[in-house]
């Protein structure tokens, strides 16, 4: 004897958190990464801005730069982000078409999913709580929803 889920909602939401997940995940790797950048091109345009630098001041800024690591701290920090992304898209995804047949197991990779997910949003990827949400609500289903009994014989 097993139990089955009767309701399709969290298999519903775990697909459609999954299509979005993917390029949620795509945006939150090349945010993160992007906004590292940005720190370093704004501190070799202050040097280029100031009137009485030289162009062995700007030479020595963009080398302390370069020497900080900070583009190497931001592509790593993409990477991971974006790695972490894609997990929680195929966990949600594989939650969802779970959601059914093993609705325990569904929801609890649905909601390890949806704080993968989450955990986007701290470099400004506001698509990854759309997705964190579809499968907060998804996971939460799977554990609350109606269940039948099955005999196999």
């Not at 690591?69 to 966990?91: D, F, H, M, R, Y």
């Not at 390890?112 to 289903?141: E, H, P, Q, T």
Request: hydrophobic share 50%.
């Amino acid at each position: 004897m097993t139990e089955k889920g009767t309701s399709s909602a969290p298999m519903i939401l775990g697909i459609i958190g999954g299509v979005i997940g993917i390029p949620s995940a795509l945006c939150a790797g090349v945010c993160g990464t992007v906004a590292g950048g940005l720190g370093a091109a704004n501190l070799e345009k202050m040097g280029e801005l100031n009137e009485n630098a030289t162009e062995e001041d700007v030479v020595n800024a963009l080398n302390s730069i370069n020497e900080s690591g900070i583009s190497e701290a931001a592509s790593t920090t993409g990477s991971i982000i974006l790695w972490v992304g894609i997990i929680a898209a195929i966990l949600g995804l594989v939650g969802g078409i779970m959601g059914k047949p093993k609705p325990t197991v569904a929801g609890a990779l649905m909601i390890l999913a949806a704080l993968m997910a989450m955990s986007s949003v701290f470099v400004g990827n506001l698509l990854s709580l759309l997705v964190g949400a579809l499968f907060l609500i998804g996971g939460i289903l799977c554990f609350t929803q109606k269940k039948e009994t099955v005999t196999i014989a």
